[in-house]
C-alpha cells in the first residue's frame, strides 16, 4: 500500500493528504501520459486530453443544473428553510468526495484507474466492480428517467393550452429519440463539450425565469391557485424530512460517477480540484436561486415540479421549452457515462473487437438501453417520486459512500489524518441514514402516487 508522502527537493517529507490538497495526488497525472490508457486494453477506452477546464466546468454544470431545479422548492418545503443551509453544506461535501475520488484514481504508482467502477474493483474485487457498475447504471438512467418524464409531460401540457392533444406516452417517445441520436453516435464526453454550453445556458435561463415569475405571482388575495384557499406558511426547520432532502439534494451533486470520465478529457488534469470547487459553486448558486424564490414564494403549496405552481404566462413556457431541450443535451452526457462502464465491463471496445463491431455492438445497447428507459417512464410517469426513488437507492450511494470506502480502502486508514478519517465516517454515516429514510419515504411517495393517479 502506497504512502500519502511525496519527498519535495530538498529532501524533505510532506503530507500529501487533507483538504488543502487541492491536486490531490494527481501533479504526477500529467506525466503519467496524454492520453488515459491503461496497461491492459481492455481496462479503458483510450481518451486524448485535450479538453479544457471551462469545458469539463460546463460538463459537470450540464449534468447538475437542470429539470432538478424544478424539484428543489418542493424538497425545502419538506424541511424548511434549513435546505438552504442544506445546499451549501452539499456543495462543499461534493467537492470534497470528488477529491476524494480523484485521489483514488491515482492511488497506484504510475497508472491511473479509469473508471468508477475501476476504482470500486481496485479497493473491493470482482464484486465491488459489479457493485459499481449495476449502481452507475442505476443512477444515470434513473436520472434519465425522470427527465424524460418530467420533458413528456410538460409538452403534452403546453400543447394543451394551444388545444392540441397529445399523449405523454407518445410525448415521452420523442423525447427518447431525441436523446437516442446522439447518445448513439457520441462515444465519449470529450465529444458533446459543446452540447454541453447550450444545455448550461439553457437550464440557466429558466432558473432565472422561473424565480423571477414565482416572486411576481406568489399567493395573493387576489391572485392565487385554485387549489389553495389561504396564504403560505414558511417553517425554518422540519426535522423529519431532513433525511429524505438530504437524499434529493444529493441527486443533484452526485457526479462522482462521470469524474473519470470529465477528468479523462481535461488537458491539464491536475486542474481538476478547483475545477470541481468552481463548477459546484456555479452549480450551488443556481439551486439557492431556484429553491429559495420557490419557497418564498410559495410555502408549503410548493408542489413538485415548480412549474404547477406558475400560470399560463409565454415566458414561463419558453422557459419549459428551453428546459426540455437542455435534457436532450444533457441526456448524452449521463448516458455516455453510464454505458462506457457497461461497455468496458462487456469488452465492448475497439482494441479488443475491431472498430466496426464496436460501433455495431454500442449502437445495439444503446438503443436497448434507451428502449428501457422510455418503458419505464411510461409506467411510472411521477416526476418528484422518481427523483426522490433514484436518489435514495442510488445518489446517496454514489456521493456519500462509495468515494469514502474507496479512499479508505486504497490508502489504508493508517496512512490517512485522523480528523480526515473521522470526517469520512460521518459522511458515511449520514449517507447511510439518509439512504434509509430517503427509501422509505420515497417508496411511501410513490405509492401514494400511483394510487392517486397522479405525482
Known amino acids: 500500500m502506497r504512502l500519502l508522502t511525496d519527498r519535495d527537493a530538498s529532501g524533505d517529507i510532506t503530507i500529501s493528504t487533507g483538504l488543502s490538497d487541492f491536486a490531490d495526488s494527481s501533479e504526477q497525472s500529467d506525466d503519467i501520459g496524454k492520453t488515459s490508457t491503461a496497461s491492459d ?27 432538478g431545479t424544478m424539484n428543489l422548492p418542493s424538497v425545502v418545503r419538506r424541511c424548511g428553510w434549513f435546505g438552504i443551509i442544506l445546499f451549501v453544506l452539499m ?41 459499481a457498475t449495476a449502481i452507475t447504471y442505476l443512477y444515470c438512467c434513473g436520472t434519465v428517467v425522470s427527465w424524460i418524464i418530467i420533458s413528456g409531460t410538460q409538452i403534452t401540457r403546453l400543447l394543451g393550452f394551444a388545444h392540441a392533444h397529445l399523449s405523454e406516452k407518445v410525448s415521452m417517445t420523442i423525447i427518447a429519440i431525441a436523446m437516442w441520436i446522439p447518445f448513439t453516435l457520441l462515444k465519449t464526453l470529450g465529444e458533446i463539450t459543446i452540447s454541453s454550453v447550450f444545455g448550461v445556458l439553457t437550464a440557466m435561463f429558466t432558473v432565472i ?11 395573493t388575495d387576489t391572485y392565487h391557485s385554485p387549489d389553495f384557499d389561504s396564504g403560505p406558511t414558511h417553517t425554518f426547520i422540519i426535522g423529519s424530512g431532513i433525511p429524505s432532502a438530504l437524499a434529493s439534494i444529493s441527486f443533484m ?11 479523462a478529457n481535461m488537458k491539464r488534469p491536475k486542474q481538476f480540484g478547483w475545477m470541481l470547487s468552481l463548477s459546484n459553486t456555479l452549480v450551488c448558486g443556481a439551486y439557492l436561486l431556484s429553491s429559495v424564490t420557490g419557497y418564498l414564494a410559495f410555502g408549503n403549496q410548493t408542489v413538485s415540479p415548480i412549474l404547477n405552481n406558475l400560470p399560463n404566462l409565454a415566458i414561463v413556457n419558453v422557459a419549459t421549452v428551453l428546459i426540455i431541450v437542455h435534457v436532450v443535451f444533457a441526456a448524452p452526457v449521463m448516458l455516455v457515462s453510464a454505458n462506457l462502464e457497461l461497455e468496458l465491463a462487456l469488452g465492448v471496445m475497439p482494441q479488443i473487437i475491431g472498430k466496426r463491431k464496436e460501433f455495431m455492438w454500442r449502437v445495439v445497447m444503446r438503443t436497448i438501453t434507451m428502449g428501457i428507459l422510455l418503458g419505464v417512464s411510461i409506467a411510472i ?30 490508502f489504508g486508514w493508517r496512512n490517512i489524518l485522523k480528523y480526515e478519517l473521522v470526517l469520512c465516517f460521518i459522511l458515511a454515516g449520514i449517507g447511510a441514514v439518509a439512504c434509509v429514510w430517503g427509501l422509505i419515504d420515497a417508496i411511501k411517495s410513490l405509492k401514494t402516487a400511483i394510487e392517486n393517479g397522479h405525482g
Open 253 to 263: 451533486y452526485a457526479c462522482a460517477v462521470v469524474f473519470p470520465h470529465i477528468e
Open 41 to 67: 486494453a481492455h481496462l479503458e477506452h483510450a481518451v486524448p486530453r485535450n479538453g479544457s477546464w471551462v469545458g469539463a466546468v460546463f460538463n459537470v454544470m450540464c449534468i447538475s443544473i437542470g429539470t
Open 209 to 219: 425565469v422561473l424565480g423571477v415569475t414565482s416572486l411576481q405571482h406568489k399567493y
Open 381 to 410: 410517469p411521477y416526476f418528484g417520486q422518481v427523483i426522490d426513488l433514484v436518489s435514495a437507492i442510488s445518489t446517496t450511494v454514489v456521493f456519500f459512500l462509495v468515494p469514502v470506502f474507496c479512499y479508505v480502502k486504497l
Open 91 to 131: 456543495a462543499v461535501v461534493g467537492w470534497y468526495v470528488g477529491v476524494l475520488f480523484k485521489r483514488s484514481m491515482y492511488s497506484r504508482p504510475g497508472r491511473r484507474i479509469s473508471s468508477f467502477s475501476l476504482v470500486v474493483r481496485e479497493a473491493f474485487g470482482p464484486a465491488g466492480y459489479w457493485f
